[in-house]
C-alpha cells in the first residue's frame, strides 16, 4: 500500500486518467457531448451562410448593379460657334460634379439656337445680344447657355461661393448688375443701374468683409464720371448699402483689396490726378457711406507711412505716374508689386523701406508670379517700348535680380503670359511671341497674317524654349490650368470673332510635336532628353 501511495503521488496525473478511464459514463454525459457537437455544427453552418451572403452582395454590387458612369475625358475637342465677337473671358468650375473643371465663356451672337435654347427676345434684349455658356471640361459638350446682357458685360465669377455652387456676377457697362448661379445659370438678383448715363464701370469688382451683417459678403463697385465714385452693393440682394461716395480723384487701372498684416483694408487705386496709386481704408469708406463708424473695420498707421514714402520714391524717378499694382502672397503677409512709368518696386507692409525698386523698366502687360527655384518666387515681366522691341524678364522677387531674360517680340494684344506650379515646387512659364524666323518687316507689313507661337519655359533648362502651338487667328482669352485632379495640364484657347472658337488641348500631347528652340549655341542635353524632361512635368492647380 505504501507503494501504491509513493508511485500516485510521483505519477498524479497517470493515476487520475488511470481513474477517469475506468469510471463509468452516464446518459448526462453523452447528453453534453451531444448538445456542443450539435453547436459546433450550428456555428459551422453560420459561418457559411454569412460569407456566402457577403460574397453575394459583392458580386450583386461589383456586377449587376451600374456604378455611375464617369464620363470620358477627351484629350482634346473643339468647340466652333457663330459668334460675332467675345469677351476676355475664362472661368473654370467644376459645375456638373464630375470632378473635371468645365469652362465659362461669354460671347456675343445673333444666332441663339447656336449654343442656347433661349432667344434674345426671351430674355428681353433685342438680337445680337451676350449669352453666357458653360461647356464641360470633359467633351466640350454644352452644359448651359443663357442671353444675359443687351450689350458687352464685365464678368467675375466665384465670388459669394457657398460650398455647392459659386456665382458669376455680370456687369454693363453702364452699372446694371445681376448674379447668377454658376451651376445652372440661373439669375440669383438682379439690378438696373444707380450710376449717370456717362458713367463707366470700372473692373473688377471687389469682394468685401460682410458690411451689413447678413451674413453674406458684399462687394465694392468702382465707377468713373469725371471722378471716381465707390458703391458698396449687398451680395444676397444687389442693393446699395448706404450712398455713393465721391473719392475725388480719376483712375487709370485696376483697383485691388489689399489686407496688411494687422488687418486692416485698403482699396488701392492708380489715379489719374496725382499720378500716383491712391489709397482708401476701407474703415473710412463704410464710415461715410453707412454713416456710422464699425469697430469691425480698423486702419493702419504704419502701413499707410510706409506706403505714402514708396510712393514718393517712385514718383520722383517717372514722370509718367503709377501703372498698376499687382497683389503677391508671401509667407506671412500679402506683398505689393508696383509698376510705375519705368520703374518696379515690392512694398511690404512690415517694412519701413520698399524691399527693392528696379529703375530702368518699362512694362508692357501684367506681371505674373512663379517660382524659379523651389520656395524662390520670380516675376515674369513684359519688357519694352513696343511689343516689336519686347523682352522677357524674370526677376528674383526677394532682391530683384534678374534670373533669365530673353527677347520675345510679339504682336500688338496678344494675351498676357502666365505660370503654373509643378510638383517638383518649379513654375512652368507661358509666353506668347512670333517664331524667331519671322521678321520684324514682316510682322509690320501683315500682322494679321503673321503667326503667333506659344512657347513654354522651365528653369530647370533656362537654355530651351519649346514651342507648343502656333496660332494664326487672333487669341482673345488663353488659360493653362489643371482640369482634373492629379492630372496633366490645359490649354484653354478662345479665339474670334467670327467664328468663335474654344479649344481645349493636353500640353503633355503638344510637348510630343512641339518645335524644341536653343537659345545657346551648345548643346548639353540631346533633345530627346529635354522633351522628356518637359513631358514628365506634374502640375498642381494652385497659384505659385
Known sequence: MEGKDLEAEIHPLK???????????GPGKEAAESLHSRLSRCRAAAFFISLFLCLLVVFVVSFIIPCPERPASQRAWSVNFSGTATLSFLATEDIDNDKIQDVLFIYTSTNDSDLSNHSCA???FSSPCSIMAALSGANGSVLWAKPVAQDKVLADCGLLSPKSCSTCILTSLSGSMQAIKS??????????????????????????????????LDLLMLSQNGQVHSSVISGRTGFQ??????????????????LTSMGAYYVLLPCRTSRSLCSW???EIHKQ????????????????????ATVSRLLLHNSGGIHQVVRVLGARTEELLVVAAEALALLSDQEQEPRWILGSTRVLRTPIIGNYKPQ???VAVENGTNDKDRQILLFGLDSGAILWRQAFPSLPGAPESASLLTADSHSVFFFWGLPPSTSTNQTVQAPQDAPHSLYMFHPTVPGFLLELLNVSAQVVAFRVVVLEPSRHAT??????????????????????????????????????????????????????
Open 15 to 25: 493515476n487520475e486518467e488511470g481513474q477517469e478511464q475506468k469510471a463509468p459514463v
Open 122 to 124: 426671351d430674355q428681353g
Open 183 to 216: 451651376c445652372t445659370g440661373n439669375s440669383l438678383w438682379s439690378q438696373l443701374s444707380s450710376l449717370g448715363s456717362k458713367a463707366s464701370v470700372l473692373s473688377p469688382l471687389l469682394l468685401l468683409p460682410d458690411m451689413d451683417a447678413d451674413g453674406v
Open 241 to 258: 448699402i448706404g450712398h455713393q461716395l465721391s473719392l475725388g480723384v480719376e483712375g487709370v487701372g485696376r483697383p485691388l483689396l489689399h
Open 281 to 283: 481704408s476701407l474703415k
Open 289 to 308: 457711406v453707412t454713416g456710422r463708424e464699425d469697430t469691425v473695420f480698423k486702419g493702419d498707421a504704419l502701413w499707410e507711412d510706409t506706403f505714402n
Open 376 to 378: 524662390a518666387k520670380a
Open 491 to 544: 490649354i484653354l484657347l478662345l479665339t474670334g470673332p467670327s467664328p468663335v472658337s474654344l479649344v481645349k488641348y493636353k500640353v503633355r500631347d503638344l510637348i510630343q510635336h512641339g518645335r524644341l528652340v536653343s537659345l545657346q549655341k551648345s548643346k548639353p542635353d540631346s533633345e530627346l532628353a529635354i522633351r522628356d524632361r518637359f513631358s514628365r512635368l506634374r502640375y498642381l492647380n494652385t497659384k505659385a
